[in-house]
């Protein structure tokens, strides 16, 4: 499946339009709304919001995975700074503590593997246990390639879901963690486009520990 700028455009403009008609359908007409119409609009607001959540996942596989850029020797250590902050206010907020050993040069498209720190980070935050988060990120060679992994402190994962988590729109226990469900699907895909692999190791309970393999620079 193949989507471009004005595919997502299509896809976003009947699916705003919804929301904004609603919200104005709303606004207008509550008085003549009885508790049942007012339910099923919002209802309709709701799937639209789903919707809208469902094209901005689309939109990063797109930015991200969508548009590759040239490889180059990178110095993980400093995608690994950059992508601590882009999100420096999700991980004040937190609490986390994020450490790392000192980590090698690889092959890469930078701006894709910053991504996949980056959503590393935020899963772990995201799925933070009752300590605050701790998250230590460390590598090592294998068989020519460098193998990088993140470890948490977090709630862990079931392993009968190590494999779901990482398709697109996947997500565990939905209610609890909103989100389009994009972040993990696209590093994976991310890693595999470098001729690497991405796997997590888990137990509800203990943490997880996210691993991902690229060529060494």
Known sequence: ?????????????????????????????????????????????????????????????????????????????????????????????????????????????????????????????????EERPEIHVSAFAEDGRWVFSVRDNGIGIDPRYSERIFGLFKRINKDANPGAGVGLAISRHVVELHGGRMWVESAPGKGATFFFSLPKA
């Open 1 to 129: 499946m193949r989507f471009n700028a004005d595919s997502l455009h299509d896809l976003f403009g009947p699916v705003n339009q919804i929301v904004t008609l609603s919200e104005l359908l709303l606004k207008k007409e509550r008085e003549r709304l009885d508790a049942q119409g007012e339910n099923l609009v919002g209802f309709i607001l709701e799937a639209a919001g789903r919707l809208q959540t469902l094209a901005g996942g689309l939109k990063t596989y797109m930015r991200v995975a969508g548009a590759p850029g040239p490889h180059g020797a990178c110095d993980t250590n400093e995608l690994l700074a950059g992508a601590q902050a882009a999100i420096h206010s999700q991980l004040a907020a937190s609490g986390a503590k994020v450490t790392h050993d000192a980590l090698p040069a690889v092959e890469c498209d930078a701006g894709q593997i910053d991504y996949v720190f980056r959503s590393l980070l935020e899963n772990a935050v995201k799925f933070q246990g």
